[in-house]
């Protein structure tokens, strides 16, 4: 018998989140994370302000653990704490969904995926208005994985290469995050398979990332491991 998984959209401020899990109890476990893991990193900001602003690495706080988390991902990566917000939130939501005992934990945090689960997930690639966006995707089959993309052509999030999309493959959405802007940033100029292989090679430096897909320029590559890639169908 399939367990019917229940998906459901959660917004606060700029989290822009879809929350899935076969529990009601995890839903709404990862709806009080959100909520306690913004607030707390409002506070610490307010009280140190250059950890919004700086795009460089920064000394890691002992607390709150949303700020903790971004700062060492930040460090590993070479880019600002904030690079990694959206997929701090998500990590540390799935923690608490997975503490209630569900069996599928997936939360979107603006594009960014963390997903722990007991059966395969498929995940959609949006790259703004460019021709493959949504028309494909992963699907994830080995836990706990996250997937996040940088954009210089269509995200809200600063970035400081042009790639349509520059897709991250890791076990925490925080690193993942942090590193997808890290790779993002490098791909740029006239010759796309020079950017997108130094945009590979960036990645893959980083400890921890598993798999880097780019889109630039109508080409699209790939290093490292990644999971299966799917045709999304497109509904009318």
Do not use: W
């Amino acid at each position: 018998m399939t367990t019917i998984l229940i998906k459901e959209s959660f917004n606060l401020k700029d989290s822009q989140c879809t929350l899935i899990s076969e529990s009601p109890k995890a839903i709404e476990a990862a709806k009080t994370s959100i909520r306690r893991n913004r607030f707390e990193l409002e506070l610490y900001i307010r009280a140190n302000p250059k950890y919004l602003y700086t795009l460089t690495p920064i000394p890691v706080p002992e607390k709150p653990l949303v700020a903790k988390i971004m700062a060492e991902a930040a460090k590993k990566a070479d880019v600002g704490p904030m690079a990694a917000v959206a997929g701090a939130i998500a990590d540390l939501a799935i923690m608490d969904m997975k503490q209630t005992g569900c069996r599928v934990a997936v939360v979107e945090n603006g594009g960014e995926i963390m997903a722990d689960s007991d059966r395969p997930i498929d995940v959609a690639v949006i790259a703004g208005e460019e021709a493959l966006s949504r028309r494909f995707g992963f699907r994830l089959t080995e836990f706990p994985i996250a997937v996040a993309t940088s954009s210089g052509r269509f995200s809200h999030a600063l970035s400081f290469g042009d790639a349509e999309a520059a897709t991250v493959f890791a076990n925490s959405a925080t690193l993942a995050d942090a590193a997808a802007t890290a790779v993002g940033n490098v791909v740029k100029g006239e010759d796309a398979k020079a950017s997108i292989q130094a945009g590979i090679e960036q990645g893959l430096s980083i400890e921890k990332i598993q798999g880097v897909m780019i889109i630039y320029k109508g080409q699209v590559g790939t290093g490292g491991k990644i999971p299966q890639i799917i045709k999304i169908a497109q509904s009318h």
